[in-house]
C-alpha cells in the first residue's frame, strides 16, 4: 500500500530579510518513521493552487510556532503575543476547515491545537504566566509551560480522560510525561471540540473532536522531539499516519 501524504504546515519569519519559510524536522522525521511522507505546505498557499495540493493530501498535521493574531478570536493584543504571522494564520484556519469538511486525519501540535480551537470559535489565553492566574481560580498557580529544558525532556505531567476518547485509546495510559513548549493554551473551547487531557494546574493539554468518528487530535506538548524515547508519542504520530492510510485506501478522490 502507498505511503500516505501527510500536510504539514510550515512557520513564516517575521521581520527578518529575507523572508523565509521553515519547520523543525522533528516533525518530518516523526512522520516518516510513522511510515508518512511529509509535504511541506507554503505558508501563502491559495486559490486553485491550494485546492489542488488539498486534494493530494490523505492526513494533516499542524505544526507548532507563533502566535496567533488575537484579532482572529475578537481580543486585542496582549505584551506578551509574539511571532504573529497572519498569513501563516490565513492558510492554517482554513485548513481546519477543508480538514473537517473532508474528513482528513488532522493532527495538531501546541500552536495546532490553538489554531484548531480559533477555527472552531475558541479563544486562548494570550499568555498563561500574565493572564491564566487573573482568569482562574485563584487558588491555581500556573506551572512552568515554558521549559529550559531540552525540547526532548519531558518537565510536567498530564491527566488523560479515559472515557471513550481517541487519545487515551492512542497513548494506552492516563497519564503521560510531557514536554511544555507553550505560552498560550485553550480559553474558551471550540464549537465540536472535547478537552481530553490537562496539565495539573487546569491547562488544557488535549483535545479532540467531540464526534468520535472523526480524527482530529491536538496535544499541546511536542510528541515529535520526544519520539526517540517515547513509545507514547510515536503512538500519536502511527495513529494519524495509519488513519490517512485507511482514507487513502477508501478515497474516492483523484
Ligand atoms: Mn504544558
Redesign the pocket.
Known sequence: MKPPLIGVSTSITVDTSPERAYVNTAYLSAIQAAGGIPVLLPPRLDGDALATLWRRLEGLVLTGGGDIDPARFGEARHAATDDVAPARDALELDLVHRALADDVPLFAICRGVQVVNVALGGSLYQDIAGEYRDAADAKRTP?R?SQAEPRDQPT?PVKVLGEGTRLAAIVGALELA?N?M?HQ?IKTLGRGLREVAW?PDG?I?GVELADGDRFVVGV??HPEELVARDPVARSLFAALVGEARRRASRSTRV
Open positions: 506551572l509551560h510536567h510531557v511544555s507553550h493554551a496539565a491547562i493539554e499541546q506538548w
